[in-house]
């Protein structure tokens, strides 16, 4: 076993917010909000749009500092985005060995470049650019760069929310599944309550800006889960009715 | 329902032929970008020659086509149209190179450091706006004659807009790519060279074009006052021994060449890595 070195099992790894406050000059985006993710968890924002998801995780990675509170993370933290994370001027190939510049040893990159290609399924188009390939393609690469090296937590994005609805339904499979043979810490912002009711471990419903935990909710049910699995629809619902969306339909 | 609908249009029972479009159009377009610029190459020659034929210009100002492919002939067995070939590309090159090596590094700096944007990019406007030409007393008083003032012509004139070019190619740069450069620890020349440089290429190389072309039109004009060889001081030459003829040949030469240097740097724009820049 090479100590360390290929990730196919979980460090400790934590995030930890604290009372934490910012305001974008005088317009305050997120008040007193305090959170812990634990090592392995699988935690999804959801919150209407505009009401600070992104700035969260742009606190998590380091991008943008709190006006107010703390923040404590330990592991090596990857981002995936929307979309056009990618670098254009290199290969699928080179995209993903950006994820294993840590490595130092030249064979042992090689081996888990190739067992990456293997798990994302994408060995043919290796050379290619990543105009080249379609939108589910690109964030499956994303995806492998992310998960290469000595990454710890995966800060997402709505990574699949550029994509068609089929596409994004087949993802959310494919990132389970990468998920259960690389283990990471993860925390994913999404518009979509399907999406969190499928992959969470724990939703955490946000309100309108400034950003506040309206509900937090555990789903314990295996995954991967099925669109009509019991527990996903119970959780769809709770999510609907905290963000206030049933209600408004109704009337 | 579709079919049927077809039939009763174009009464017939019969399989519509499969599509082939896009192999004949693309045969066609291959064949027309072939003759179509020959057809207008030989208009253009056949007005030259009636123009010449009825005299609508006086002859010593208007050289008829036959005069100047004898004159062309004249000056490449005599050797001077290949020697001022020679010497006006290496001028070029000399230059263009010079203003390259410092023009891309400049740019780039300037892109990455608001501070100096705000610090130099006045001037830097300024210079760029001041034709080259403005220069030539100055260059010949501090080169004298030779290659030297048209080197520097072909540098302030081809400078300026390759920095600001590069400039404003890395001041775009999508911020997503410094951010996820800032994941996989990307820093300070190696985020220069791996990132920043890779995003700005393409345009880069556009940039590259557009000031040849800037620099192929100013040594013509270099030369005419600055050397005793070159293209430039071909036509110069012509012009004051009212060889008209000789001068257009030198013309034809130079657009000529000018074409085919173009065609030659725009072969860098199909290097698999700046694809992308130029197909989005």
């Not at chain 1, 510049?101 to 081996?111: A, C, G």
Request: aromatic residues 10%; hydrophobic residues 50%; contains cysteine.
């Amino acid at each position: 076993m090479f100590a360390g070195a290929m990730k196919d099992r979980l460090n400790n790894s934590r995030l930890v917010l604290q009372d934490v406050s910012l305001s974008f000059g005088t317009m305050p985006v997120i008040q007193n909000l305090s959170l812990t993710v634990n090592s392995g968890e699988f935690v999804v924002m959801v919150g209407p749009s505009g009401c600070g998801k992104t700035t969260i995780l742009n606190l998590l990675s380091g991008y943008m500092r709190p006006g107010l509170g703390s923040i404590k993370t330990e592991g090596v933290i990857r981002t995936v985005y929307q979309q056009d994370g990618l670098f254009p001027w290199l290969t699928v190939s080179e995209n993903i060995s950006m994820g294993l510049r840590s490595l130092k040893d030249s064979v042992h990159r090689e081996k888990e470049l190739r067992s990456l290609f293997e798990l994302i399924r994408l060995e043919d188009f290796k050379n290619n650019y990543p105009h080249e390939l379609s939108g589910g393609m690109r964030q499956r690469v994303e995806l492998a760069r992310a998960l290469a090296g000595d990454s710890d937590i995966l800060l997402m994005d709505e990574p699949f929310s550029a994509l068609d609805y089929q596409t994004r339904l087949r993802m959310r499979y494919e990132l389970i599944r990468l998920l259960e043979n690389r283990p990471r810490t993860v925390v994913f912002v999404t518009h979509d309550i399907e999406e969190a009711a499928q992959l969470a471990d724990r939703v955490l419903v946000l309100s309108k800006r400034p950003a506040t935990i309206l509900q937090e909710l555990q789903i314990t049910s295996l995954k991967p889960r099925d669109l009509t699995d019991g527990e996903v629809i119970k959780a769809t619902r709770i999510i609907l009715e905290k963000l206030g969306v049933l209600q408004e339909a109704i009337i | 329902m579709k079919g049927k609908s077809d039939r009763t249009l174009f009464n017939s029972g019969q399989a519509p032929a499969l599509v082939q479009n896009k192999p004949v159009a693309y045969k066609t377009r291959r064949w027309r970008i072939l003759v179509l610029p020959l057809i207008v190459f030989f208009i253009l020659l056949l007005t030259w020659y009636l123009l010449v034929r009825f005299n609508i210009f006086p002859s010593y100002a208007m050289p008829s086509p036959g005069a100047v492919a004898r004159s062309f002939w004249e000056d490449v067995k005599s050797g001077t149209l290949i020697n001022d070939i020679v010497a006006s590309l290496w001028r070029v090159a000399v230059g263009f190179i010079i203003s390259a090596l410092l023009g891309i590094p400049a740019g780039l700096w300037l892109g990455q450091h608001i501070t100096a944007r705000q610090a130099f990019l006045p001037i830097l406007n300024f210079l760029r706006f001041l034709s080259p030409l403005a220069w030539i007393p100055f260059a010949i008083l501090w080169f004298h004659i030779g290659d030297k003032p048209a080197v520097f012509l072909i540098f302030m004139a081809t400078f300026f807009p390759l920095a600001l070019a590069t400039m404003s190619a890395v001041a775009t740069i999508p911020a997503i790519y410094f951010r996820v450069a800032k994941d996989y620890n990307y820093k300070g020349f190696e985020l220069l060279t791996k990132v920043t440089f890779p995003a700005v290429l393409p345009q880069i190389i556009t940039a590259l074009r557009v000031s040849y072309g800037i620099s192929w039109i100013v040594i013509v004009a270099a030369e005419m006052v600055g050397c005793q060889d070159g293209l430039g001081y071909g036509i110069w030459e012509a012009r004051n021994g009212l060889r008209l003829d000789s001068a257009a040949g030198y013309m034809i030469v130079i657009g000529l060449l000018g074409m085919a240097i173009d065609r030659f740097l725009s072969q860098f724009s199909k290097l698999p890595n700046v694809r992308w820049g130029y197909e989005r």
